[in-house]
C-alpha cells in the first residue's frame, strides 16, 4: 500500500510556526515537493520550511502557472498530481509544502482534487497550518495594535479583494451590517483605490495592513500609516467595522 500523499500547511513565513506534525512529516519525507510560479524560483513554502528538510531528500518542485487562463493550470495540476502519484508507487513518503494553511487558498487543494481524481486508489493526508489571516492578526499585538480576529457573535470574511471599488463598497456595507471582520487577501497592486474607498469612509484608522508577515521585512500597521502604493502580492487587509458593546 503506498503511502498517502502528506499536503502540510507551512504557515506565512517563520520556520518557527510550523507545527509539530509538520516538521515531523518533512524531516521523514523521501521526497519534497513545493510550488513555484517558475522552473528556477524556490517558492515561498520550500523557503520557510528549507529549515527542517535534509539535502539527502529529493526535491520536486512543481510549477503553477500564475495565469488566469484555465488550460495552463489544469495541465500544471495533471502534471503535478501524476508526479507525485509516480513517487508514491515507488513506495517513497512525499509531502507538498503549502505556504499558509493546506485547505485555504492553497495550490495543493487543486493537487488533492486532481489526485482523487486521476489516481482514486492514492490517498492525502493534510496537515494544517497557521494562515496569514492569523498571523497577521497576532502580529498586530507585538506592534501595539491588538487585533482579535473574531469576538462574541463577529463573522470573519476571508476573501480575495474585489477587483472593483463598487464590489468592495458592498462587501464593506454587508460587514458592517452583519458584524463581520474583513480580511482582505491578495491585496497587492489594488492597494492604492481601495486605501482611497477605506479612507472616504473613515475606515483606516479601524484597518490593519500585513506585508510578508513573518518575513524580516514584515510591514505591519494601521492602514491609516500606509501610502498608498502598489503593493506586494503577499499582503493583506484586515478590517473591523464594528466591535461588540461589553469589552474590557
Ligand atoms: C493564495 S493565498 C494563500 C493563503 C494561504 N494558504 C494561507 O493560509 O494564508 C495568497 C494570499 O495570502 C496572503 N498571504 C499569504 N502569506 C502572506 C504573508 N506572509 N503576509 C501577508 N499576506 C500573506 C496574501 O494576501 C496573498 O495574496
Redo the contacts with the bound molecule.
Keep these: 500500500m503506498p503511502h498517502a500523499l502528506q499536503l502540510i500547511?507551512v504557515g506565512?513565513?517563520d520556520p518557527e510556526l510550523l507545527t509539530i506534525a509538520a516538521v515531523r512529516a518533512i524531516e521523514t519525507a523521501d521526497v519534497v515537493a513545493y510550488p513555484v510560479a517558475r522552473v528556477d524560483a524556490d517558492g515561498m513554502a520550500w523557503t520557510i520550511a528549507s529549515r527542517w528538510t535534509r539535502s539527502s531528500q529529493r526535491r520536486l518542485p512543481l510549477v503553477f502557472p500564475m495565469v488566469a487562463e484555465a488550460e495552463p493550470r489544469l495541465k500544471a495540476w495533471r502534471h503535478a498530481a501524476d508526479a507525485l502519484a509516480s513517487e508514491l508507487r515507488r513506495d517513497l513518503s512525499v509531502v507538498l509544502l503549502?505556504?499558509?494553511?493546506a485547505s485555504?487558498?492553497?495550490s495543493s487543494s487543486y493537487v488533492q482534487l486532481a489526485l482523487r481524481k486521476r489516481h482514486p486508489d492514492l490517498t492525502v493526508k493534510l496537515i494544517p497550518?497557521v494562515?496569514?489571516?492569523c498571523?497577521?492578526a497576532a502580529a498586530g499585538a507585538e506592534t501595539g495594535i491588538d487585533w482579535p480576529l473574531a469576538l462574541q457573535q463577529d463573522g470573519v470574511l476571508i476573501r480575495p479583494c474585489p477587483d472593483h471599488e463598487s464590489d468592495l463598497e458592498r462587501l464593506l456595507e454587508l460587514a458592517e451590517s452583519s458584524s463581520m471582520v474583513l480580511a482582505l487577501?491578495?491585496?497587492?497592486q489594488r492597494w492604492p483605490w481601495v486605501r482611497a474607498c477605506l479612507e472616504r469612509r473613515q475606515l483606516l484608522e479601524a484597518s490593519l495592513f500585513?506585508?510578508?508577515?513573518?518575513?524580516p521585512d514584515q510591514v505591519l500597521a494601521r492602514a491609516i500609516d500606509i501610502p498608498a502604493e502598489s503593493k506586494p502580492?503577499?499582503?493583506?487587509l484586515l478590517i473591523r467595522q464594528t466591535w461588540p458593546e461589553v469589552l474590557p
Aim: charged content about 15%; glycine content about 20%; overall charge neutral.
Design positions: 500547511g506565512p513565513g503549502c505556504e499558509g494553511d485555504l487558498f492553497a497550518g494562515p496569514a489571516v498571523a497577521a487577501i491578495k491585496l497587492g500585513a506585508q510578508r508577515v513573518g518575513w502580492y503577499f499582503s493583506l
